[in-house]
């Protein structure tokens, strides 16, 4: 025990010193202005972890700091947040390969997918993982999946119809997260791999039973010596790290149990895909299939190692259904709110059905879905105003200067434009901020306000977002490979929901919380053991 002791200490004194000498010899951020620690250990940035709502602190220092502060993280590291339109272009777009995950972020996504895209440590590792991955999700192939999002959508529908139909009542209150979760991933599934999951026939089969709540019950409210623990990971050697998955913690079991549950799919999926191709069946267009047959072609150099192909599996499992079923569930309770544009929406998709009968034609095509304004409206709205990821955590490869354009005060009262930082230095693009700044969105921007969208007063001089300029997807180099896929997908099953059945708000009105559990998802306030929740009133429309 004395020399686990001794070790430790070792260890928090390099971190120090590596710490103070980074300090002393490179660009320091002390004369940036920004919240005060209470503790050296936790830093500030913990706070995160434990605010109420995604984004009442960003906010907060917002109005008291502008566009860009610094923070303290863990073990007394400075940390630059940023929502500024410039240095969010600079550090995303221009520079996007000079500005890598930490650590700390590589180490937990690899803990979660595997050696996947999202994990891509590297410029050239996410380089070559991002082109064999673009046959995959070009535009023609991600619309070819429309009929496929509509099926499982009205799969949803009808069952829904039967809940109601079973209790002999008009309208029922549905956790709608949690059918929306179980849709998305049978989606995933099918276009993604041609697996079925059998999610919305059977809630508790494997993959259905990981996935639930893994968010809530393994990142939310961690406990402070966590986060010291992953603050000492930049001063630790890779290959340790490698084994931080098998630590007996919540969050860590939890993710190691779902990651091989996961590969335990995609390893019998890839053996069966690469079969079929070696007896030259090259017709089938799921997005494994495609990577497959993408990797077979490339350079042995340049292809995806087996690690990396059986990662995927994890990694577009969990991109491609859980943020896609929380963004649909927060549009659906912001329009049980706010009935009238609600009505207005079911209104422009009954047109719609109009036209499509008229020629007829049996479902929506992906040219109708899109020319609904106030459906494309109500999705960006959502998207910009509920951002399910709210922070990014890159750190810097080489001293830079990253400009600003909203000029910021420092501690000494000078007025700069640009902030000089070293090599080392973490700088966290604050996508929570950035989707509410007046300077884009208008005056109104901490209001919802889908009309936005079409009046085209949205300040787009910096183009930024993968998606209607919002930083939901991320943006730039590493931006979201599937953000159409789940465009896409949202156009498809919202259309739906809406042409079927109406949505309002319980009678017992829950207060919904935005919790930050790695993701920002929706919780019952008094009801957080139940997990990720958005109870609404679903009722059917004659």
């Known amino acids: 025990m004395s020399g686990l002791l001794v070790l430790c200490a070792s260890v928090v004194a390099v971190a120090l010193l590596v710490r103070w000498y980074r300090w002393y010899t490179h660009h320091s951020l002390q004369y940036i202005r920004g919240p005060q620690s209470k503790s050296f250990l936790l830093g500030n940035i913990n706070a995160f972890s434990w605010q109420k709502n995604v984004g009442d602190l960003d906010f907060k220092y917002y109005e008291e700091y502008g566009c860009s502060w610094r923070m303290q993280s863990t073990l007394g590291t400075s940390v630059l947040m940023t929502a500024d339109p410039k240095a969010l272009q600079h550090v995303m777009h221009k520079s996007g390969y000079n500005y890598a995950k930490t650590t700390q972020a590589q180490v937990n996504i690899m803990n979660i997918t595997g050696r996947s895209i999202l994990w891509a440590p590297t410029g050239d590792v996410h380089s070559r993982h991002r082109k064999i991955m673009n046959p995959a999700f070009s535009a023609p192939q991600l619309r070819s999946f429309l009929p496929l999002f509509r099926r499982s959508s009205a799969k949803l529908c009808q069952q829904w119809r039967d809940e109601l139909l079973n209790h002999n009542s008009d309208g029922l209150v549905f956790p709608v997260n949690k059918w929306l979760a179980r849709t998305t991933l049978d989606v995933i599934g099918e276009s993604a791999f041609d697996f079925q999951f059998g999610a919305l026939d059977n809630s508790e089969n494997e993959v259905t039973r990981e996935y639930d709540n893994m968010f809530s019950d393994s990142v939310l409210h961690l406990p402070p010596i966590e986060a010291v623990f992953e603050g000492l990971w930049t001063y630790l050697p890779r290959s340790l790290l490698d084994h931080v ?6 969050k860590y079991a939890r993710f190691e149990r779902t990651l091989r549950v996961m590969n335990k799919v995609s ?56 943020t896609t079923a929380n963004t649909i569930s927060w549009l659906l309770w912001e329009l049980a709110k706010h009935p009238d544009f609600q009505d207005t929406l079911r209104a422009e998709i009954a047109q719609k059905r109009e036209e499509v009968t008229a020629r007829g034609d049996a479902d929506f095509s992906m040219e109708e879905l899109e020319s609904m304004r106030c459906l494309q409206a109500a999705m960006k709205e959502t998207l910009r105003y509920h951002n399910i ?7 810097a490869e080489k001293d830079d200067v990253i400009p600003l354009s909203n000029p910021i005060r420092t501690k000494s009262g000078e007025l700069i434009t640009e902030i000089a930082i070293g ?6 693009p604050n996508i929570a901020v950035y989707n509410r700044l007046p300077e884009i969105w208008g005056e ?19 183009r930024l977002g993968m998606f209607a300029n919002v930083m939901s997807f991320s943006a730039g180099l590493r931006g979201c490979i599937g953000w159409r896929f789940s465009v896409i997908e949202m156009q498809a099953i919202v259309a739906d929901l809406i042409e079927n059945f ?3 708000i319980p009678d017992e009105k ?24 958005m109870p609404l009133r679903v009722t059917a429309v004659v």
């Open 444 to 462: 109104d921007a901490h209001t919802r306000n889908p009309m936005r969208h079409l009046t085209g007063n949205i300040d787009t001089q910096i």
């Open 389 to 395: 990821i709210y922070h990014l955590f890159r750190v």
């Open 267 to 322: 390893k019998q999926l890839i053996e069966q895909k690469s079969e079929m191709l070696l007896h030259g069946d090259k017709t089938t267009k799921d997005v494994m299939s495609v990577l497959v047959r993408a990797n077979a072609s490339e350079n042995p150099k340049t292809r995806l190692t087996d690690e990396e192909m059986v990662s995927q599996m994890a990694a577009l499992t969990l991109a491609g259904h859980e």
């Open 510 to 533: 829950p207060e919904i919380v935005r919790v930050p559990a790695g993701i920002m998802g929706p919780m019952v306030r008094g009801r957080e053991k139940e997990g990720m929740l």
């Open 245 to 250: 998955r098998h630590l007996p913690t919540r």
């Open 423 to 428: 090599a080392g230095q973490v700088v966290v």
């Open 502 to 504: 109406k949505f309002s």
